[in-house]
């Protein structure tokens, strides 16, 4: 079966259908959280504290990212594979920025990239523009951009009426900037709820929240948020099982049964001895 197209995502919005997205950063999770029937994987900037135990998503590496999106590549077999494009990967120069998605695409195997766009951003609004025209397929995302986190001065929401909130009518028209540029859906973090409807009511195509409330047209979480594999996980997020716990006692038991002798036994044995 063929991957989710941006064509299919398209028809789910056009039906009125919740459109679903995960992130993952390697293969084994990557092929559960395809085979759960997600439509959308977004190899997240994210994996620079989530998965490479950075402080934050500003030194993952653009051959990190290409590493951990050819990985989900490998194990996706119907979701779209969005791949996230890191700090400065974009921007500092359109051919730099352009030759840098198409590796997504050409190495990685990526069906679509995700760049982050600060407010009003022209110069990353004329990249989607450009990747869109050459036929990289683009996911816009505004709102709460993490890579601007140390200009923003912290993880505030966005949508609010104060000097480190972007005003909602900044949010609607950079969104539709991005449309008019090309991005076939946009997503929308950590901003107020009527800031989120503003914007979903404003453009033709999906928008995706992440703590943006309920009147958009998806959610996405970060995977270690909603297996409860994160040591701080934010308000936005959702748990939907706790895996911290049951790999600590995992662990925990297969010390205890090592240093006891119970593992490994005579089942766990290739050719055994016959002991008297």
Do not use: C, W
Not at 188 to 212: H, W, Y
Not at 252 to 264: I, L, M, S
């Amino acid at each position: 079966m063929s991957r989710t197209s941006i064509q299919d995502i398209q028809s789910k919005y056009d039906d009125g259908v919740a459109l679903t997205m995960l992130t993952a950063y390697d293969a084994p999770i990557a092929r559960r959280v395809d085979d759960g029937g997600v439509d959308m994987i977004l190899v997240g900037d994210s994996a620079g504290h989530n998965h490479h135990g950075y402080e934050d998503t500003i030194p993952l590496t653009l051959e990190e990212a290409l590493s951990n999106t050819a990985a989900v590549d490998r194990a996706a077999d119907e979701a779209m594979v969005v791949a996230d494009m890191p700090f400065l990967s974009y921007g500092t120069s359109m051919a730099e920025s352009v030759e840098n998605a198409g590796r997504f695409m050409k190495e990685a195997g990526a069906d679509a990239v995700k760049l982050e766009t600060a407010p009003y951003g022209e110069t990353t609004i004329d990249i989607v523009d450009r990747l869109t025209e050459l036929g990289v397929p683009v996911l816009g995302h505004v709102g709460l951009t993490p890579q601007r986190m140390n200009q923003i001065g912290g993880a505030f929401i966005q949508g609010r009426d104060h000097d480190a909130s972007a005003a909602a009518d900044a949010l609607v028209d950079t969104a539709e900037q991005l449309v008019e540029a090309g991005a076939f859906a946009v997503v929308l973090e950590a901003v107020s709820e009527e800031a989120a409807r503003r914007v979903t009511e404003a453009i033709p195509v999906p928008t995706i929240g992440i703590g943006a409330g309920r009147h958009v047209d998806g959610q996405v979480l970060v995977i270690t948020d909603m297996l409860g594999l994160s040591e701080h996980s934010p308000s936005l997020a959702r748990q939907y099982v706790d895996l911290d716990d049951a790999i600590s006692s995992a662990v925990e038991q297969f010390v205890t049964e090592v240093e006891t002798g119970e593992f490994p036994t005579r089942e766990h044995t290739y050719d055994p001895i016959d002991e008297e």
